[in-house]
C-alpha cells in the first residue's frame, strides 16, 4: 500500500520558473524524505524533515511539512533543465514507502 | 565512496534461464535493500537485509531469491520469471537498518527484462 500521494502527477515548467510538488501521508510519520530520480536510474537523496521541523532548506530546494494536514510540499526555486526528473516523497513506516511521485519538466 | 554499484545495467533473459543481479556498497552500511520498479511508478520493497540476515521480505514470489555474501554485497537470484517481472531492479543500502532517520543510497539499476 502507498502511505504518500503526490501531486501535480506531471508538471511542466520554462526554466527559470519556480516548482512546487505536494505529497500527502495517511499515518504519523517522525519524519519524511524526498528523493530524485533521473530518468531509469537509480534515487538520490534531496532532503529529510524530521515531524518537529516545518521547514527546511537545501540549496535550491525548500521542503515544508505540515504534521496537522498530514502533508509536505518540494519547492524547487530557479529551476533548470538539469532538474528535469521524477521526484517521489517517502515515509518510514518500518520501511520506506514511496509516493506516486511527479513528474518534473524543465524547458530551456 | 559513497557509490552503490549494480551489475549488470541491463539484462535480457528467458523464462527458463537462471541469472543473478548483484550489487555492491563499500560504506560499510548494514542495511541493504531491493526494490523493484515499473515504468511510472514508485520503487516497490522486495527484501531487506539487516546485518548480513534477511529481515523483511515483502511476499515476493520464490521466483526471486535474494543472499547477502557478506555486509558489502547482495545477490538477487531469477530463475523461471514471467514476462510481467521485467522492470528496474534498484538496490539501495543503508547506515543503520533500525533508524527511520537513514537516507537510503541507490544503485544505478538494472534494467531486465524477460522474454
Known amino acids: 500500500s502507498q502511505q504518500g500521494e503526490e501531486d501535480p502527477q506531471a508538471l511542466s515548467i520554462q526554466e527559470g520558473e519556480n516548482a512546487t510538488m505536494n505529497c500527502s501521508y495517511k499515518?504519523?510519520?517522525?519524519?519524511l524524505q524526498w528523493y530524485r530520480q533521473n530518468s531509469g536510474r537509480g534515487l538520490v537523496h534531496l532532503i529529510l524533515?524530521?515531524?518537529?521541523?516545518r521547514e527546511k532548506h537545501s540549496g535550491r530546494l525548500r521542503v515544508t511539512l505540515d504534521t496537522s494536514k498530514k502533508s509536505s510540499s518540494l519547492l524547487i526555486t530557479a529551476s533548470r533543465a538539469a532538474d528535469t526528473a521524477s521526484y517521489f516523497c517517502?515515509?518510514?513506516?518500518?520501511?520506506?514507502?514511496f509516493g506516486q511521485g511527479t513528474e518534473l519538466s524543465v524547458k530551456p | 565512496d559513497t557509490e552503490v554499484t549494480q551489475t549488470p545495467k541491463h539484462l535480457v533473459m528467458g523464462m527458463t534461464n537462471k541469472k543473478s543481479l548483484k550489487c555492491e556498497q563499500h560504506m560499510g552500511h548494514r542495511a541493504m535493500y531491493w526494490y523493484k520498479q515499473k515504468a511510472k511508478k514508485p520503487p516497490e520493497l522486495m527484501f531487506v537485509y539487516s546485518y548480513e540476515k534477511l529481515s523483511i521480505n515483502e511476499s515476493v514470489p520464490s521466483r526471486f531469491s535474494p543472499e547477502c555474501p557478506n555486509s558489502s554485497l547482495l545477490n538477487l537470484h531469477l530463475h523461471a520469471l514471467q514476462p510481467e517481472d521485467s522492470a528496474l531492479y534498484l538496490c539501495a543500502s543503508s547506515q543503520d537498518p533500525v533508524s527511520s532517520y537513514n537516507e537510503q543510497f541507490f544503485g544505478p539499476g538494472t534494467r531486465l527484462t524477460v522474454l
Open positions: 524533515i524530521r515531524s518537529n521541523e
Open positions: 499515518t504519523s510519520i517522525n519524519n
Open positions: 517517502a515515509t518510514r513506516r518500518g520501511k520506506l514507502i
